[in-house]
């Protein structure tokens, strides 16, 4: 993937929910970690963080959700159309697989 797709991913976190305006976005938590391709684990709650060494060396994000945030995460990823999967507690956006499905929203 892309710079310029771990940047919306960026953007859209930091600036659309972090300092959103909206009170109730903002005081969302989202914990993230990545992992690096060379096996270096980092998590946080902060988006200013993300991505601040290099986005080429991202192998995978994973998005904590909980049933409050689980929908805004997916919705976002959709709208950046980006790798990854979506399992129960959380979503994984993929930096260099290509043997995953784009991001759905899926019906229950």
Not at 22 to 41: C, H, P, R, V
Request: charged share 25%; glycine share 4%; with cysteine.
């Amino acid at each position: 993937m892309n710079d310029t797709k771990w940047n919306e991913i960026f953007k859209a976190f930091f600036y659309g929910i972090e300092c959103s305006e909206d009170e109730k976005l903002s005081n969302l938590q989202f914990k993230w970690t990545t992992k690096s391709l060379n096996g270096f684990i980092y998590s946080d709650t902060t988006w200013s963080h993300f991505g601040s060494d290099s986005y080429n060396d991202i192998e995978w994000l994973k998005i904590d959700t909980t049933n409050e945030t689980k929908e805004i995460v997916i919705d976002i990823l959709q709208k950046i159309n980006v790798p990854g999967e979506i399992s129960d507690d959380c979503v994984y956006v993929y930096g260099n697989r290509t043997d995953v499905d784009y991001i759905q929203l899926t019906s229950d």
